[in-house]
């Protein structure tokens, strides 16, 4: 009865840099595969991890052509596209789209905080200009805007709006979702430490950066939960509980590249304003990863 | 493994007052006896919903000498004894004791904010005066303090805290007890939307106005988190959902009294400054009543 | 034109405690008198200062009679009868008017959150049941409720509530009540770091425990005021800025105790759960005050 | 004693568009225009009253270069250049120094919160690239980000960081800054609501679009504060609080775009996916005006 593109764990890939502040497309690619082939389903580039709000139009281009060309149809591909402006936006998802995107992903970045009015607006002009499912995504401490649930549910009116990312790790915004709009309402978790609270909710998938790091143990959270053992669900969730609040309390683009360089594998570099974790935060990290490992 | 006296429902009676605004505790005695029969685990009096801080010294022993004698022994019963000096706390908990409560609970009641040294040394005379268990109560909302995790961490280490009632309506401080205190701490739920999430997490037990109301619902909410079935978990706390967040929006000792009129039991009044829901919120709360038993 | 009784620096004493946590009323009597002769222009006994909530209805009373012995018609005098239950307010405020108190000063303290309605009938029933002027006050640090400008407005309507006391310590809600009220409403200001922007936005006094320590400051800063000169008030309050913040985070009864004592005086004990600050906290506040007597 | 170039009323001017949503050069220079003869102290283009997130970098360096040429020296003018990264900032800052800036206003704008350090290091990095002055702009409600006082008192150590831009709208950041900066330190006030109070905190000037609408009333106020006559401050400061927070509440750049076209100056039209005030807030929006003219 689940007939669903998207479930499951929805990894997202850093966007890394050379040592110029460049986007380092090769290891870019290496990095979305280590993601297809540790067990994720379903991949999402140009996220918040990506650090897409930092990147060019040339460069968000070469991302998402990297990411189609490497997932190359092994899983279904997520793009983010969102911008300030709505025909910056509508621009980035006719580009997905023709890239060969599975769907797009727009959390409506705001400087002047915009009514539910300008929001819908939004939505509706890209909707119109794609044919490929979108997933509104709601993010109050990236976006700066805190979308309602009663404004998430009027844009699921919008045809190709499909799926809600919520990301507030406020866990009854999901209850109502759930409530209002049934089973059968596709809704994401985006909130690391709420993982288990939002499948216990009935959320049908989690996106998260940790896949990344410890891609066995998110893939486990949510096999647990498929067969309906909440026990083992609990026991899995508190195993990766401490690393998924820290990866939090750091930001995700520095904390992955950190973590990754830990499991030995190359992170890439940051662009400023970012800077790496210092010495005591790498040590830290390290404990966790060696807890979880052990 | 699980050997806790307290776990499961507790249910909170409110405490009726006749048109003179003085107690009656004839209906009072009535009112333990349908929650004693209707499958809750334990009783909690002088509780946010009975009132305590608006009962003067001789009511609350009424109460709880009442409480005692009615539920003869057949459920463990935890009587509510905080009070805004260290002294009246101890003078209330050593009654408690003697009346035959199985524990106490307690809450850091604020005027002025106080110290977690303060909340220590306020615990920590109580404990010593007594020798039944307390448990140490968090509610924001209600008591106007916010003790952290880690202050109730500290709590748990005077021999006779031994138990914690959550009602911040905060998931993670479920979570970091959990994990810091191990599978065995005993913490209750007092956030009644966050339920099903608590559950999930680990509480052992939900402290609930809603058992005045809807027993077998927040019972059948317990039962099949023993089962470890999530799914049956789901359906039976969405079937609950809207009346939970109903009731505690428009104060729980209002709300409960309403609804017991709608199920045709008499709520007794309210004492002043409280007033009835008036027949617009009657008329809702009657709506959500019908839809459950429906 | 200006023709309040209450304007000014209104003062509020703490109340001292023997060894044994009795009220000390020799000792207080003698604050009393220190405040009376040092240039304020009202006294206001059984504040949050003075730990009114921490008392039993006897101590309260003779609180009250001690106070308007002491002041002895030399300023008029605000008694606070703030009570949870709305019979026990009245009962208090009776009190106080037949003690001869000019006002009473009414905060509505909650345990469950209060509804508008509620308020407005708490507020009515106390002032028909006496003569004299009620002082509303609001403080949601303190009470656990916060009244909106609108609130207070509509309270200003009951014919005896003549005064409010704003303690949010937001500048705007002054702002909102002056000009819905017009030039000649009487609005006090209770946050002591707000005491410069209030009185710039025409708060007719300020009410404040920091009397006990710094009254000419205090007392210079409404006179400045008074002459239209603004530089002059900006220079004496910034002389007083740290302490004020410093009493009020560390909370008003146990600052202002260790301050009398740096300055020579008695200041009694404490009422446990609350306690003295500790010797780095008594350090600090002396260094306060040394800086502003040098 | 006073020696700043910047000072008083600096006033922000909107970026209109065409209907085709493209910048209108023309119009925007007239607006200028407007802004200098009407008696402001200086001109900021390129605010979050001039959408300068929306705009791409050929249309910031034509409304830059616009701006210089019709103030053509009459007011000194402080250009915003913040970007998300440190290499567009830099390159903006650089463009606005050759271009012809007074200054440059940097807020940090953030997707991921950045930490003290990284915030320090992007203020040093372009404050390293140009000659000019900077003014670091706090603004959490647009930027996403609250610079804690010590934050941006240790920006001022940059030494071509030289003033601060506050629009938190907490007037104890002001005070903070004021007394642990000196009386000499550069402080300007963002916040329309807050004006009267941060003049009287000691704030240098006002950053305002409402220059746009009611200059007189602005510059009034900063001469009542000039003369010291805190009495004419207050009445010409309630004149106007309804309109200050009334645009406040719509948004700056859409209540402006409004206020302009019920003045009988034409306002342009705005970029998606800001879209108008609708018919009932232009109605509000005329009768508060009437009311300041009547």
Redesign the interface.
Known sequence: MNNHTFKGIIAYPITPFNAQ?QVDLPLFKKLVERLVTSGSHGIAPLG?TG?M??LNDEEKEAITEATIQQVAGRLPVVTGVSN????RTIYHAKFAEKAGSTAVMII?MS?????D???F??YE?VAKSISIPIMAYNNP??G?IDMSPSLLKKLLEIPNVTMIKESSGD??RM?TL??DLGEDVAFFNGSN??A??AF???ALGWCTAAANLIPELNVGLYEA?QK????A??DIF?KQ??LL?YILAK????AIKSGLEILGEDGGEL?????PLNSQEVTELATLLNAISA
């Open positions: 502040e918040s650090v709000p930092y300030l402006t709505t025909e409506p400087y002047w905080k915009l009514t009015h300008e929001i607006s939004h002009a401490a990236t700066g866990l009854q209850h759930r409530r430490p709420l288990l609270g216990a909710a009935g939960i309906n053992d909440l026990h669900a609990q508190y509980l401490n609040k930001g995700l683009p520095r662009r400023g304003p970012l800077k």
